[in-house]
C-alpha cells in the first residue's frame, strides 16, 4: 500500500526558512513524478514544485521560483521542499503527490494518484 508522510510544517515569521520532507513507502518510486501543492482555507488545492524521481528534472510555480527548491533522496525515499524567504501568503497546508500513471500534467491535482496527509505552514507578518 502506497504511503506519503509529510512533516516538516510549522510557524515561522516572514523572511524565514522551513524544510518540508515526504517519505513515501509502498512501491517503487522510481518512474514517479513528485509533486508539492497547497491548500489555503477556501481555496483550490494549488501546485507548488515538481520533480522526476528518475533525473532530478524540476519545475516550479512562478509564485515560489526562486525561494523554493523540491529535491529528492533516492535512498531514504523522501522528496524535500526547502522553503526560503517565506511571505505571509505561503501559510496553506502543504501536501505531497506522486503521479504513477503515463498522463502529461504535472501541475493538477488530478494529475496525481495518492497524497499524504499534508503538514501545516503558517507564516507570520
Known amino acids: 500500500q502506497v504511503q506519503l508522510v509529510e512533516s516538516g510544517g510549522g510557524l515561522v515569521q516572514a523572511g524565514g526558512s522551513l524544510r518540508l520532507s515526504c517519505a513515501a513507502s509502498g512501491r517503487t518510486f522510481s518512474s514517479a513524478t513528485m509533486g508539492?501543492?497547497?491548500?489555503?482555507?477556501?481555496?483550490?488545492?494549488?501546485?507548488?514544485?515538481?520533480?522526476?524521481?528518475k533525473d532530478g528534472i524540476t519545475y516550479?510555480?512562478?509564485?515560489?521560483?526562486?525561494?523554493?527548491?523540491?529535491?529528492?533522496?533516492n535512498v531514504v525515499n523522501t522528496v524535500?521542499?526547502?522553503?526560503?524567504?517565506?511571505k505571509p501568503e505561503d501559510t496553506a497546508r502543504y501536501y505531497c503527490g506522486a503521479?504513477?500513471?503515463?498522463?502529461?500534467?504535472?501541475?493538477?491535482?488530478d494529475d496525481y494518484d495518492y497524497w499524504g496527509q499534508g503538514t501545516q505552514v503558517t507564516v507570520s507578518s
Open 36 to 53: 508539492w501543492f497547497r491548500q489555503a482555507p477556501g481555496k483550490e488545492r494549488e501546485f507548488v514544485a515538481v520533480i522526476r524521481w
Open 60 to 73: 516550479y510555480a512562478d509564485s515560489v521560483k526562486g525561494r523554493f527548491t523540491i529535491s529528492r533522496d
Open 80 to 86: 524535500f521542499l526547502q522553503m526560503n524567504s517565506l
Open 99 to 109: 503521479r504513477v500513471r503515463l498522463v502529461a500534467g504535472v501541475t493538477k491535482k
